[in-house]
Structure formats: C-alpha cells, structure tokens
C-alpha cells in the first residue's frame, strides 16, 4: 500500500519532540529552538487568511503555539491575542500586505521581527551552545537573503529592509555588498569570521545551502531546515 512519507516523518518528529520536551529539565531552552516555525507559521496564517485558504497544510512543528488558536485570532485579525513576540508583526505584516496588495511586504516584516527575537534570545542566554545556534540562524539566514537579493539585482532600500540583524556579520557591509554584486558579496563573506572557523568545516559560500556541522546540529534540534524562515520572496 502506498505510504504519505511526509506525513510519517512528521508524525515520527512530533513523538521524538514531544519525547525530548518531556525529558528536558529546562523547558523554556527548547521553546527558543521551535521560534523559527513560530514566526513561519504566522506567515502561513496571515497568507492563507489573505487568500482564503485552510492554513494547516502549511504549518510546521516544532511549534509553541495552539495553531488552531492561531487561525482563529489571524481569521479574527485579533492580533493582541497571539504570543508577545508575534503580536506586533503579525498585524504590522497584516496592514502592509493590504496596503501594498503584495505579501512581500508580509514576510518581510515577520521575518525581520524573528531575526530580531532570536537575537535578543541569544544575548540573553547563559548558554554557548544555545547562544551559537541562535547566532547561527541569524547569519547564515542573512547571509542567504544577502545573495538572493544580490542575485535579483535588488536595491540598497529592499537589500536593508530584508536583512535582519547578525550576530559575527557587519549588516551594514552585509547589505552594501549584496547591492554591488554576488562576487562583491562572496569576497566579503570569505573574509568574514565563519569562513576563519576552525570549528566548523570550510563553509562554501557558492553553495550557500551547504551544511556545516552546526546546521546538522540545528536540524537535530529543531526536525526541521532552517529554510523554514527563508523568505519566499526573493
């Protein structure tokens, strides 16, 4: 009989998690791991409600949140009553999107306010690991929408707006860079702080998608790529 692999896949990451979250002593270091398929899930929600489609096909897990609440309050634009660090996007996303009748503007704005979660996260934390993982999500995300912008021959404007915050990145040579030009881009990158770590394998920044130890190390925690955040504009 045939088998829905993505369906087994998940269900297995969803036991394993429900596992790992049960084991943990300290609950609330996992919770910071599924933030990334918070805020995409609020991007799913939002998109689904613009165009009258059933989010659920769209959801991720990990997650915090009680999706079904979260439909009901995007449906309701009762955007007050979602989780702090989502309320604020979520409506600004919500206003941008019908104003400019584009949901570039939407995911601009979510993906942005995660990237500055997840950065106020990591300053925060006492722990190394956890803080490099955050740190992690937030470089190598930008570093990945630096390239695409530079590969769509976006302006400085859009390149600033859709780059987030970084953690070993300087944003501002980040987004300069990525305007001149994806070989500009690539020798700014080579010289960084990731291409000297001799901790981490040699990070090829022509095939931005290659995994390193720490992205191996994420998808174990999370059961999930961190393209989950991408922005699916660029």
């Avoid at 689904?48 to 990990?62: D, G, I, K, S």
């Avoid at 997650?63 to 996007?89: A, M, R």
């Avoid at 920044?205 to 191996?216: D, G, Q, S």
Wanted: with cysteine; aromatic share 8%; hydrophobic share 35%.
């Amino acid at each position: 009989r045939d088998v829905d692999i993505s369906k087994a896949v998940d269900l297995q990451n969803r036991k394993l998690w429900n596992l790992l979250y049960e084991s943990v002593p300290d609950k609330e270091e996992l919770k910071i791991l599924t933030v990334i398929n918070d805020f995409f899930n609020v991007k799913a929600a939002l998109k689904c409600m613009l165009t009258n489609e059933e989010p659920e096909r769209l959801y991720v897990f990990p997650t915090s949140l009680d999706l079904e609440k979260l439909t009901e309050n995007i449906n309701s634009h009762s955007f007050e009553k979602l989780d702090e660090k989502l309320s604020e996007c979520a409506k600004e996303a919500y206003e941008a999107a019908c104003r400019t009748e584009s949901g570039q503007s939407a995911d601009i704005i979510v993906d942005a306010a995660a990237l500055s979660y997840i950065m106020a996260q990591a300053k925060k934390t006492d722990c190394g690991l956890l803080r490099e993982i955050l740190e992690f999500i937030c470089d190598s995300t930008n570093m990945k929408i630096a390239f695409r912008c530079a590969r769509t021959g976006k302006d400085i404007s859009f390149t600033e707006t859709a780059v987030g915050k970084c953690a070993k990145l300087d944003r501002n040579e980040l987004c300069k860079e990525a305007v001149r030009g994806e070989k500009e881009l690539l020798s700014y990158l080579e010289a960084s702080e990731y291409a000297r770590d001799k901790n981490c394998d040699y990070y090829d920044f022509n095939l931005i998608n290659k995994y390193t130890y720490k992205r191996a190390l994420l998808d174990e925690y999370l059961g999930a790529d961190i393209d989950s955040i991408m922005p699916s504009y660029i």
